[in-house]
């Protein structure tokens, strides 16, 4: 007969790192799993639950910022209330090469509203894993759940690929954010 395990909370007197404050973390098993092996968890530092939430509020500005403050359902709305025009430029934005870097493309609407979805046929970027044609959305068709999406054009980070290469820029979310005005 196979035995229950009793899950348990176990707690530990750590110093955090970012404020240099004491505090008693804690760890708590489910179905008898920790989500760390209790060695690890039993270790003098640590972050405590107020910086855990500082830190996460920032990942969460960072990656808004990343996207340049689009989400799939503004992009949406945005292409519906302005549709895009032959010639036009876009923002491409690609996360896919690592975690700190992220690629922003300049690009041009080759045809505006392909097919009964309108899909928007961009002149040309490639990671080598996206086809040229986007939902409505951003979304790339080829591969809606890839790293690379389309945006509207926004003038900062236009302006910066201009200034470079004409091509695409190389920006860590701290950059964007910063870039946009953000700190
Ligand atoms: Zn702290």
């Given at each position: ?6 899950d ?38 640590g ?10 509020a ?71 894993y996206?086809?040229?044609?986007f939902?409505?959305?951003g979304?790339?068709c080829?591969?809606?759940?890839g ?26 979310p ?10």
């Open positions: 007969m196979a035995e229950r395990k009793k348990s909370t176990i707690t530990w007197d750590k110093k955090c790192t970012d404020c240099g404050r004491r505090f008693t973390d804690s760890m708590s098993s489910l179905m008898g799993m920790f989500p760390c092996p209790v060695p690890l968890f039993k270790v003098p530092t972050n405590c639950p107020e910086c855990r939430k500082v830190a996460a920032r990942r969460e500005k960072l990656a808004a910022a990343t996207d340049l403050y689009w989400t799939f359902e503004t992009v949406k709305d945005h292409f519906e209330e302005n549709p895009p025009v032959g010639g036009q430029e876009l923002i491409i934005l690609d996360t896919s090469w690592d975690n700190s870097t992220n690629t922003y493309a300049l690009v041009k609407v080759e045809v505006p509203a392909r097919g009964r979805q309108r899909r928007i046929v961009i002149n040309s970027y490639s990671n080598g996206n086809g040229q044609s939902y409505r959305s979304q790339n080829f591969s809606p759940k790293q690379v999406r389309l945006l509207p054009y926004h003038p900062v980070i236009g302006d910066l690929i201009k200034k470079g290469d004409g091509r695409e820029v190389k920006l860590t701290e950059e964007v954010l910063a870039l946009l005005g953000g700190e």
